[in-house]
């Protein structure tokens, strides 16, 4: 909730630009006066205009837009948690001016504001952690609130009812204040940190967890990344929230948008967002959220980073999946194909000054390789020529070579490819046969982008299968690092840089060629609040 000194530091921040714009302006030359005849032939009036005047009027109209607009409450979007009420007297009266101190319990972080002549305190943007409240004013006995737990973007309501008394007396509340979101009517789910570590999750992607709020599903028909289609579409896991498309969803890390180069779901190469073991929690508002998030028609998925504490904490993993632990696809040749995927990391958090600053920083690799079975039609032998001369050797290019497996409504003989063309309605010639083959020699050179087949015909034996064991080779390189600055109870600074780079290839469908791809990004954001408090009028 806005209060009157915010509005006071805003307009004295606009004062200061106004004046220095009015500083830098160039003043205008002297001119001389300009005559300008209006009116009728019968009687003409003449005006004089100063076109410094002019500009001057122009000058401070922008110099009183400044200020106004300087003035309105803005409401910027809140990362970390709120917490906010109204601290009253026994007779529910407001008590103006008590100062609440809130204290990160595991920083030892501490927030400080004051209520404004109403009673109301408004401390936004905590992370996301367990707190603990202290409210003092003169005459009334101090109170401790512990057990105050905030997670990503909740507005948690804390009325307090003071007793009169000396300020030095204190009196410790120890039961955990209700979970209740009293000051918002969003509907939402949180995932927790516990959650996010403990859960298992396929190549630790931490969005994949979002599918576990009601409302939330995920697109599982996707084409492949090396699809122009799919390029279009992002990388990222594709969700429907709340029934919206999946591009309306909006992406936030920290309070920065990170969607992808094509406004959807962020992610790599393999479509996923490592990182699991960085991310503190977050939260998927479905519907009703309010409107500090915007540039969303669809649901918000909104993530904080995890933050260093006074002490040290870190972990070391790695991860391994082998195709010798895998069943057999269906459609996999006699042999599984090879898959091997190796996944390592450390993160480490802890304070470079106690209560002042902290660091956090996570490293994570990823090396795989992916064996793909693929299966696709292709030239049969004896439409190419191949073993259908003497001897097993070069021949004409015979079609129908399998009458028996001809459809029954278009049945078909064993011909020649000039045979066929002769019999064909209408008849037609080849332009160019080849001597051996009979094949045009302009289509010769193409049917080399075609492997030879190595399964069966099918049909009338005009084509056949081909199937081979492709291979993906993907290696990731994810790093992040937090670095929190806390200057006093009321300003503190908080640099969150993301770096992601993750080159793969693969075969492709025909293993003709290698299809490259590559994906880099990098986030930085710079946060800082300072809280202005209101005084008591």
């Not at 809130?102 to 501490?110: D, E, P, R």
């Amino acid at each position: 909730m806005p209060s009157s000194s915010l509005l006071a530091g805003k307009r004295r921040m606009g004062c200061v630009f106004a004046e220095q714009f009015v500083r830098d302006v160039p003043q205008p030359k002297k001119r001389m006066p300009r005559l300008a005849e209006v009116g009728n032939k019968k009687g003409a009036t003449m005006t004089e205009t100063n076109p410094g005047n002019t500009r001057s009027g122009l000058i401070f109209a922008l110099i009183f837009a400044l200020v106004f607009l300087a003035s309105i409450p803005m409401y910027s979007q809140v990362v970390g948690g709120t917490l906010l009420g109204t601290i009253t007297d026994p007779t529910g009266a407001a008590i103006p001016g008590a100062k609440v101190v809130i204290k990160n319990v595991a920083t030892g972080v501490t927030t400080t504001v004051t209520t404004n002549a109403q009673g109301i305190y408004n401390a936004p943007n905590l992370l996301p952690g367990t707190y603990e409240a202290t409210i003092s004013a003169a005459g009334f006995t101090s109170v401790v609130q512990s057990g105050i737990a905030l997670d990503v973007g909740a507005q948690q309501v804390l009325n307090v009812a003071m007793k009169m008394g000396a300020v030095t007396q204190r009196v410790e509340v120890s039961e955990i204040a209700p979970d209740v979101q009293l000051a918002s009517s969003a509907i939402s789910g949180e995932v927790t940190s516990n959650a996010i570590v403990q859960l298992p999750l396929n190549a630790r992607s931490w969005t994949d967890l979002a599918i576990l709020q009601p409302g939330v599903n995920a697109i599982r028909q996707m084409v492949s990344v090396g699809t122009p289609d799919r390029l279009g579409r992002g990388l990222g896991e594709e969700l429907s929230i709340a029934g919206g498309r999946p591009q309306q969803n909006n992406y936030l890390l920290d309070g920065t948008s990170i969607n992808d180069y094509s406004n959807q779901a962020p992610g790599s190469v393999l479509g996923g967002n490592l990182g699991v073991d960085a991310v503190s929690e977050f939260k998927v508002l479905t519907t009703n959220f309010s409107t500090e998030y915007g540039r969303s028609s669809g649901g918000v998925i909104s993530a904080i980073t995890r933050s260093g504490t006074n002490a040290f904490h870190g972990s070391a993993y790695e991860f391994l999946r082998n195709s010798a632990l895998d069943g057999r696809n269906p459609f996999d040749g006699p042999t599984i194909p090879a898959f091997r995927r190796n996944q390592f990391g450390a993160s480490a958090g802890g304070p470079i000054r106690k209560g002042k600053t902290f660091i956090f920083g996570d490293y994570e690799g990823l090396r795989q390789s992916l064996a793909l079975s693929n299966q696709d039609q292709v030239p049969s032998l004896a439409i190419r020529g191949v073993g259908t001369g003497p001897g097993g050797g070069p021949g004409p290019s015979l079609v129908c070579s399998n009458p028996a497996g001809a459809d029954p409504s278009s049945p078909c003989t064993t011909q020649t490819l000039a045979q066929f063309a002769a019999a064909s309605s209408p008849p037609f010639t080849v332009p160019n046969p080849d001597p051996v083959t009979g094949i045009d020699t302009a289509v010769l050179p193409y049917l080399g982008f075609y492997p030879l087949p190595n399964g069966p015909v099918i049909g009338n034996g005009d084509t056949a299968n081909f199937s081979f064991a492709g291979r993906q080779i993907t290696s990731e390189n994810f790093f992040t690092t937090r670095l929190d600055q806390q200057f006093s109870g009321k300003d503190n600074l908080a640099l969150i840089y993301l770096f992601d780079n993750t080159p793969s290839s693969q075969t492709d469908e025909f293993n003709n060629k290698l299809i490259l791809s590559k994906t880099r990004r990098q986030v930085a954001t710079l946060s800082r609040k300072i809280t202005y408090s209101a005084p008591a009028w």
